[in-house]
């Protein structure tokens, strides 16, 4: 079963985190720092997809490969762009909204910040794509001044 958290951007747009159960714990951590609540099975949006497996690997598979067969179906099979940035992998496609990320099994709190941070940032570009930012940082930008 996937674990599901939705985002909604200042523009009503949505964007759907996705986690496959190997990555559900630290998702739930990411989750609880943004405030996001789980969201319906059923809701379409765009998608980060959350993964984890061994970084010594990560080039010579798909990244689809560890995916289900549902999910998989949703996506096309090649074409994916690789980009590496140590403890937290992406991979865009041109022709997908959805976006698939390699969080490393390494386990320490300053991972997990740099992890999160690199995962934030993407969003942040990610909404900026589609000329808005997400509706938590909106509502920080305003009380700040």
Not at 14 to 43: D, F, M, P, Q, Y
């Amino acid at each position: 079963m996937l674990l599901k958290y939705c985002m909604e951007l200042a523009n009503g747009q949505s964007l759907c985190l996705v986690g496959t159960n190997g990555i559900r714990s630290w998702l739930g951590k990411l989750a609880s720092v943004i405030e996001l609540g789980h969201c319906e099975t059923n809701v379409e949006c765009p998608r980060i997809i959350f993964i984890q497996y061994d970084l010594n690997k990560v080039e010579e598979i798909k990244p689809t490969h560890y995916l289900d067969s549902d999910m998989q179906s949703s996506l096309p099979s090649s074409g994916w762009i690789f980009c590496d940035y140590i403890s937290t992998q992406f991979w865009f496609h041109p022709d997908s909204l959805d976006i698939i990320c390699n969080v490393s099994q390494e386990i320490n709190y300053e991972t997990d910040i740099i992890r999160m941070w690199h995962t934030m940032r993407l969003i942040y570009r990610w909404s900026q794509s589609f000329g808005c930012m997400q509706l938590w940082l909106k509502k920080t930008e305003l009380e700040l001044y």
